[in-house]
C-alpha cells in the first residue's frame, strides 16, 4: 500500500515537472515565432554631390569631457544596458521611458537583433549597439538599421572595424567613447553650450561631439575647428599632434600628417565618407564623427530595412500551426500513457 502510494506521488510530480516544461517551452517558442521578418537593403556607399559636416555649424568650441555611462546622470539622463540572452548581443538604452524585459534567450539571428532595435528605439531616445565583437558579425553590422551611435571604445576593446564597416555600409552612425578599467580611459567631449538633456540627445544624434582615449586627463588636446570649405575639409587642434588621419570607404587611411595641430584634405568625389583620428605624444587618441557624402540638399538618413509583412505572418501561421499539432501530440501521447498505467 505504502509503495503504491509513493508511485503514485511520484507520478503526480512527474506529471506537474512535464506540464511546467512543456508551458516553458511553449512560452520560448512563442517569443521566438512572432519575431517579425525583415528585407534588408544591399549595402550601398554614402553618395551624393552634397557634403554633410557635424560640426560645420559649431560657433563655441570649448568641451567638456564626460565619461558617457557614468556622467548622463549629472545631466539627468537615465540610460540601462538591455541583453539577457547567451547570444550576448547588448544594446545601451539613453533617456528610456520604461525598460523592455524580453529577450531572447538562445540564438539571435539578424532579425531578431533589428527587432529588438526596433523595439527598443519606441522605449529610447538613444539606442547604441554595445558588447561588438560578442554580440554581433560584422556582416550583421552591414545591414542593422535604425540606430545612430555605436560604443566604439569601451572596456570590450577598441572596434573601429565595426565603425568603419557600418559607414561603408551606408549608415550614418556616430562614435560613443566608455570608460576603460584597463590602461586606458575613454570619454566623449561635448560642447560646453549643451548643458540640458535635450541639447545633448540631439548633440549625440547629430555628431557634434568627439570621442578620446587617454591615460593622463591633465591637459587634454581639444578642437578648435573643423570646417568644410567648398570641396576641402579644414582641421584645427588646441596641440600638435604625432598623427593626423584622414580615413575613408572601408577604414582606409587616405592621407595622414605628422606632428601638425592643423591640417586639408580634399573631399574627393570617389570618397563616400571621411573622418578623422588624431594620436599624440602621451598615447592620447582623438576620434572624429564622420564627414559623409548626401545626395539630397536637406540631409535625412534613409529606411534602409522594413519588415516583410506577408512573409511575417505566413511564418507565424505556420509557426502556430506546428505549436498546435505538437501540443496535441504530447497531451494525446501523455493520456494515452496515463490510460496505459
Not at 123 to 146: A, M, Q
Not at 149 to 173: C, P, Q
Not at 181 to 193: G, P, V
Not at 280 to 304: A, T
Request: hydrophobic share 35%.
Amino acid at each position: 500500500m505504502s509503495l503504491k502510494k509513493e508511485n503514485t506521488k511520484f507520478k503526480f510530480l512527474l506529471r506537474i515537472l512535464s506540464t511546467t516544461f512543456i508551458l516553458i517551452s511553449l512560452f520560448f517558442v512563442t517569443i521566438y515565432v512572432f519575431v517579425p521578418s525583415f528585407r534588408f537593403e544591399e549595402p550601398k556607399s554614402f553618395s551624393g554631390r552634397f557634403i554633410h559636416n557635424p560640426y560645420q555649424k559649431l560657433t563655441n568650441h570649448d568641451w567638456e569631457y564626460i565619461d558617457f555611462r557614468d556622467s548622463l546622470m549629472n545631466f539627468n539622463i537615465l540610460s540601462y544596458e538591455y541583453g539577457y540572452g547567451l547570444s550576448q548581443a547588448r544594446y545601451l538604452c539613453v533617456d528610456y521611458k520604461s525598460k523592455r524585459k524580453i529577450d531572447y534567450p538562445f540564438f539571435q539571428n539578424i532579425h531578431f537583433k533589428q527587432h529588438n532595435i526596433n523595439s527598443l528605439n519606441k522605449e529610447s531616445s538613444l539606442v547604441i549597439p554595445t558588447n561588438l565583437s560578442d554580440g554581433f558579425k560584422l556582416r550583421e553590422i552591414k545591414h542593422l538599421d535604425n540606430y545612430r551611435l555605436m560604443e566604439v571604445l569601451s572596456s570590450y576593446g577598441n572596434f573601429t572595424e565595426y565603425w568603419d564597416t557600418a559607414l561603408s555600409s551606408g549608415h550614418r552612425v556616430n562614435i560613443v567613447a566608455t570608460s576603460n578599467l584597463n590602461k586606458f580611459k575613454h570619454s566623449i567631449a561635448i560642447n560646453t553650450d549643451y548643458k540640458d538633456k535635450d541639447k545633448i540627445i540631439k548633440s549625440l544624434r547629430d555628431g557634434d561631439f568627439y570621442a578620446i582615449s587617454y591615460k593622463d586627463d591633465n591637459n587634454l588636446p581639444e578642437l578648435k575647428d573643423l570646417k568644410i570649405i567648398n570641396d576641402s575639409i579644414f582641421i584645427n587642434l588646441s596641440e600638435e599632434a604625432k598623427e593626423i588621419r584622414f580615413i575613408g570607404q572601408n577604414g582606409t587611411i587616405k592621407k595622414s600628417l605628422h606632428n601638425v595641430n592643423q591640417g586639408v584634405y580634399i573631399f574627393n568625389k570617389e570618397d563616400s565618407y571621411i573622418r578623422i583620428e588624431a594620436s599624440f605624444d602621451d598615447e592620447s587618441v582623438m576620434y572624429f564623427n564622420p564627414i559623409i557624402r548626401h545626395q539630397f540638399q536637406y540631409f535625412f538618413d534613409p529606411i534602409l530595412s522594413e519588415v516583410m509583412t506577408e512573409k511575417t505572418w505566413l511564418m507565424r501561421i505556420i509557426y502556430v500551426c506546428v505549436i498546435i499539432f505538437l501540443t496535441k501530440y504530447l497531451l494525446t501521447n501523455k493520456k494515452e500513457k496515463v490510460d496505459e498505467n
